[in-house]
């Protein structure tokens, strides 16, 4: 015993050195290392037994736990059948003896290790196991352990590791839900008993003033009369202890139902139990009233000097009932999570509904001293969001089960879910209260679409409540009614998606409005084009108080109540500006005639405010409050334009049939809404405007595509502003935006008009003028070497950028139209191209000159290859391969920063397009293109742990492949077939190998997305041309293959492809099932490592042989589950153990 003592002094010593401040990092390895060697000591454990049950040292106790847990978990095969048997009788005794005195973690930490001897030896060697839980569990005073030891047995044991093999993990899940009934009664027991012995002495509160309307609610919903009655019954208060029992076993019912399927063992007496403690959360006030006049009333009838002391449990805060209502909604949240209802289930889950909507008419509840948002303020955070997630499900899942149920009311729900809604505290609250609504609104549209006969009838059924939805909706998003909360969002910070809180809150709020315009579109159009018009109203009429004051405009509104209405008017205009934008879908298709008047008055009225806009000036206006009135005034034209702009389409159908209607109404829209654009086109305008401008000028030009747009006068005002070279060159992305547009209105043609008619040959010399303007500074480089001063050089590299850049955008707009729009396109920019194919030596170690030349070959390849004639795209690969020499790859990849690798993955995109072309012209290149990758940039990119570069490596390497199979495999479809595809002649063997060999290697590096693309890549030669029943293919690769994506699965470097990699397996296998299971298996078996002869026969037997894909990815993952457990238990084993 001395010896134990004087260890664990020592264990306490070092312990508090470790966990010292002034310890070094040194000092804690050597530490660490000394712990480590004693902890693989056989026998240890006693002392550690000791240290548990002598000390009370924190990191003692966990260390000779985790000691144990080592042994238990990694060691277990090797120790002696006698002292697990004493190991497994002194542990529960200490848990059972100590529990008490020891800290929380440390008793949870014994709980552990217990139930992972359980998890080892249950029930063969440990039978008693998980009687002990239950009788723990039953026994007053050691009901919490119990409970403990159940929810880590459900956790440990339902969804084990992968530290025990598969037949393992089969048994104690068969074992468990054999335990099912029992433990669902036993814990049904337990939440019954606290609760009906507390509700039993509950004082009954005077009647609420609504008590009449819930029993109203709960008549409809419950229809048991005993249900309603204890319903209506106050909460108990509950003590400490009794509050820590429940929690508990709330959270065992929660952890339980994740992963036991829905059966009779969930009775209706549990569910109405769970339903019980769910009421906790939405009854925080009228439960701490009750709880301090119980305490009042204690205190008066025992005070005084013989009073008796105070119990030791105290009554539960409303923090503690709380988390009871938050643990008894995960519990119910976990059922209506589980898509697949067995019809018994059925009238179960109805009750759930019913009595969870009980709670939802509680918390929506009015009365005189609580308004519904106080009441919701006052719950708990997490109950409410349990309680949103709840109403989620039930819609996702759940309604179309629910809805036709004569005793479900849906309509009253819905009614509860708007009050519920619109009375949420938060902000993410509510916006996913919006999300329930856009899922029910989805349900309702799926359901028309295919019982479009009941369309009347559905929508007669729900239509005061999706009108009342629409109204409260647009009023949340509007200042006018909702400043206070609106003004609390952040407009300024963006999120992951790129936007702000405000602009994801008025995104989710549209999304719902456009999905009742698509139910009720009438009713939806006129309210919003109600509230728009009042708005607009405001914004017209500010012209009468915009004041010239010399070469300043002034808004003369200076009163501060004056302004804040403006800013308020204008906000709201904006949001309801984007609002007519977003229901532009609405107005064209079918619905195009029947709509066709509303969406002229709309149309109309934009182009009305885009003019006025204009013509205002906003962003020359001095106001009052500069720094909010003047945004507010830019932001107002700028969604004016960008509405207009989302009714292009439909522009472009009433286009289409202006000839049965009145042209010159069409025509007179185009032309004032272009008036609106020239006074935009300026670098001095805000940047917002000023895009907006230039996106509705390509919406008109792409989309729309008039006739006369180019005879427009404002148009032609626009392209004198391009093309002026004096002019101040406008913001990069404004530039590219409106070349876009003036090549479009010339390249594009015309709808509704013959081939005859389209003056090609006038277009194609305006367009070729366009162009020279366009190119008049970078076709001066004509004959220029590159300069060598810096200053010079950035300038000339400047003018290369901004010109290839304005260039590319026309092509890539171009690249799927007609053959005569690319004709003139190309020819325009012939002089240009050719230009560029000169200067590129001269710029190759410049890698962003280099990296936008690529983009635009890039793009003349993908959009014009056919209108550069083959001789200039032959010298155009001819040169590229000339000047990617081994060591200018090198250069490129190795240098700092991603640019020169962003300039050979351009380069590789252009081989890409090469390869895939089908006709003869480019295989001479074939050789050549080979030779580059697996010679000259493969080498070099190999070995690097960098993604860069190999992703667009392989992908040319697997379109070369796939679109010029013929290099390598030369015979006809009918020998394919009469050969089965597995003997056909090779050609170029070598550089297949070669590539498949590559291939291969990218499987052994870490990179994921590589991986999974490469699998893929191989899955579809496969699909396409039989790549796995290839001859050479099985002979040398396809073992290797199999072998290395094993590898990978038993590694587990690539988890989240376990479904891909099993499938890649089995398409492999299925080539010869019978190589596979006689010949590969046991070969693949025989050389691994780390199991003995006996494992690799049960991992051989238990391999079943089934050809089907199922089974067969179930047996893939079978062997490698068990070999890696096989591998942990005999690294366990304790050296020269003699296996049998």
């Known amino acids: 015993m001395a010896s134990e003592e004087a260890s664990l002094r020592a264990l306490e010593s070092l312990m508090s050195e470790f966990f010292h401040t002034s310890t070094s990092n040194d000092r804690k390895r050597e530490i660490e290392a000394l712990l480590n060697n004693f902890a ?11 240290f548990l049950s002598s000390s009370h040292n924190d990191y003692v106790l966990m260390y000779s736990l985790s000691v144990f847990e080592n042994l238990i978990n990694k060691m277990w095969l090797g120790v002696p059948s006698e002292e697990k048997m004493e190991i497994r009788g002194s542990l529960p005794k200490l848990l059972l003896s100590q529990h008490k005195a020891l800290p929380g973690f440390i008793c949870n930490k014994l709980c552990k290790v217990i139930v992972d001897m359980g998890r080892q030896d249950w029930p063969m060697f440990y039978h008693n196991f998980f009687t002990n839980i239950l009788q723990l569990i039953q026994t007053p005073s050691t009901t919490p352990l119990g409970l403990i030891m159940l929810k880590t047995a459900s956790e440990e044991l339902a969804c084990p590791r992968e530290d025990l093999s598969v037949a393992r993990k089969e048994e104690l899940r068969k074992l468990l839900l054999e335990q099912v009934p029992s433990v669902l009664g036993l814990l049904t027991g337990v939440l019954e008993s606290i609760w009906d012995k507390h509700s039993v002495t509950a004082a009954t509160p005077p009647p609420s003033p609504t008590a009449s309307d819930a029993d109203d609610l709960l008549s409809n919903l419950v229809h048991t009369p005993t249900l309603a009655k204890q319903l209506s019954q106050p909460p108990p208060s509950l003590e400490a202890e009794s509050e820590r029992i429940c929690a508990l076993a709330l959270e065992c019912l929660s952890h339980l139902f994740s992963w036991i399927p829905l059966s009779a063992s969930i009775t209706p007496s549990l569910l109405t139990t769970i339903f019980h403690f769910a009421r906790l959360g939405c009854d925080a006030r009228s439960r701490r009233t009750h709880a301090v006049n119980n305490t009042n009333a204690s205190t008066l009838n025992g005070g005084g000097s013989g009073s008796p002391p105070l119990p030791l449990t105290l009554p539960t805060s409303p923090q503690d009932c709380n988390r009871l209502g938050v643990l008894a909604m995960s519990c119910i949240n976990e059922l209506m999570s589980k898509n697949c209802v067995p019809l018994e289930f059925q009238e179960y889950l109805l009750r759930v509904c019913q009595q969870t909507f009980y709670l939802l008419q509680r918390i929506t509840r009015e009365t005189n001293a609580h308004s519904v948002r106080n009441r919701l303020e006052e719950l708990d955070e997490s109950y409410v969001e349990k309680f949103t997630d709840f109403l989620r499900l039930f819609v996702s899942v759940h309604l179309r089960r629910i809805e036709s149920n004569a005793q479900f009311p849906v309509v009253k729900f819905l009614a509860l879910l708007f009050k519920y809604t619109f009375h949420q505290p938060t902000h993410e609250g509510y916006l996913s209260c919006l999300d329930i609504w856009a899922l029910f609104l989805d349900y309702l549209t799926n359901k028309i679409r295919n019982r479009l006969e009941d369309r009347e009838a559905i929508i007669g059924r729900y239509e005061d409540a999706l009108m009342l939805l629409l109204t409260e909706v647009l009023n949340r998003i509007q200042f006018r009614y909702n400043q206070s909360q609106l003004e609390e969002l952040d407009d300024e910070t963006l999120d992951d998606d790129q936007q702000t809180e405000w602009q994801r809150y008025l995104r989710h709020s549209l999304e719902v409005v456009a999905k009742i315009m698509e139910l009720l579109p009438t009713h939806a159009f006129s309210t919003l084009f109600a509230a728009l018009q009042e708005n607009l109203e405001v914004y017209l009429g500010l012209q009468q108080y915009i004041v010239n004051t010399g070469a300043e405009q002034r808004l003369n509104v200076t009163a501060e109540n004056d302004c804040r209405r403006l800013h308020c008017s204008l906000r709201d205009l904006s949001s309801l500006l984007q609002a007519v934008g ?49 945004p507010d005034l830019v932001d107002v034209h700028a969604q004016s334009l960008a509405a207009l702009q989302a009714y292009s389409h439909w522009l472009a159908r009433f286009y289409s049939e202006v000839q049965h209607r009145n042209p010159q109404q069409f025509m ?57 070279s004096s002019a101040q060159r406008l913001p990069e992305e404004a530039q590219v935006l409106l070349c876009r547009a003036l090549s479009n209105v010339l390249l594009l043609p015309w709808p509704n008009v013959t081939e005859g008619e389209q003056q090609w040959a006038e277009r194609s010399s305006h367009h070729a003028n366009l162009l020279n303007s366009l190119t008049r500074d970078y076709r001066q480089l004509k004959g220029n070497a590159a300069p060598q001063r810096k200053g010079q050089l950035e300038a000339t590299k ?106 050979v993955e351009k380069f590789l995109k252009i081989l890409q397009v090469v390869v895939q072309e089908p006709g003869p012209a480019f295989k001479p290149f074939l050789p050549s293109i080979l030779s580059l990758c697996m010679e000259q940039l493969y080498p070099i990119i190999a070995e690097r742990p960098s ?18 199979w013929r290099y390598f495999y030369r015979s006809s479809v009918l020998a394919n077939v009469q050969r089965d595809g597995g003997d056909e002649p090779m050609e170029n063997e070598a550089q297949f190998i070669g590539v498949m060999q590559a291939f291969g290697q990218s499987f052994l590096q870490p990179d994921i997305h590589l991986f999974k693309q490469n699998l893929s890549y191989l899955e579809t030669l496969n699909s396409k041309h039989k790549l796995y029943h290839k001859k050479l293919f099985r002979a040398m690769m396809l073992p290797q293959f199999v072998s290395v ?12 492809l376990q479904e891909e990699i099993g499938i890649a397996v089995y398409n492999m296998a299925s080539v010869d099932f019978s190589t596979f299971f006689s010949a590969f298996l046991p070969e693949f078996l025989a050389g691994c490592q780390g199991i003995d002869s006996s494992q690799k026969n049960v991992l051989a037997r238990n391999f079943k042989m089934e050809r089907d894909l199922p089974s067969f990815t179930q047996s893939v993952h079978r062997l490698v589950n068990d070999l890696r457990y096989y591998r942990l238990c005999n690294d366990s084993l304790p050296p020269g153990t003699v296996k049998l």
């Open 40 to 50: 693989q000591q056989l026998g240890a454990w006693r002392f550690c037994f000791y």
């Open 582 to 630: 977003r229901l532009a879908e609405y107005f064209i298709g079918d619905v195009f005639e029947a709509r066709f008047n509303n969406a002229l008055t709309v149309v109309e009225r934009l182009v009305k405010v885009t003019l006025y806009g204009s013509e205002i000036k906003p962003y020359n206006i001095e106001t009052a409050v500069p720094l909010v009135l003047k």
């Open 668 to 724: 007179s829209i185009i032309s004032t809404a272009m008036e609106a654009l020239p006074p935009l086109i300026s670098s001095k305008v805000q940047e917002k405007l000023l895009l907006s401008a230039c996106h509705l000028l390509v919406s008109v030009a792409t989309t729309v595509r008039p006739v006369f747009l180019i005879n427009i006068p404002a148009v032609q005002k626009v392209f004198s502003r391009v093309t002026d």
């Open 798 to 903: 400047r003018v290369i950028c901004q010109t290839l850049g304005v260039l590319k955008d026309i092509v890539e707009n171009i690249s799927g139209e007609g053959t005569k729009s690319r004709q003139i396109c190309y020819q325009s920019m012939q002089e240009s191209a050719q230009l560029s194919l000169t200067l590129f030596p001269a710029y190759i170690h410049q890698s962003d000159v280099t990296e936008e030349m690529l983009s635009f070959f890039l793009a003349l390849f993908q959009g014009l290859r056919v209108q550069m004639g083959v001789p200039f795209t032959e010298q155009i690969i001819q040169t590229f391969l000339n000047m990617f020499t081994r060591e200018q790859l090198a250069e490129s990849i190795l240098q700092e920063g991603s640019a020169g690798c962003h300039v």
């Open 947 to 964: 993604p860069d570069v190999k992703a667009e490596l392989f992908e040319l390497l697997f379109q070369l492949l796939h679109h010029n």
């Open 1045 to 1056: 994506l094993l590898q990978v699965l038993i590694h587990k470097s690539h988890d989240l």
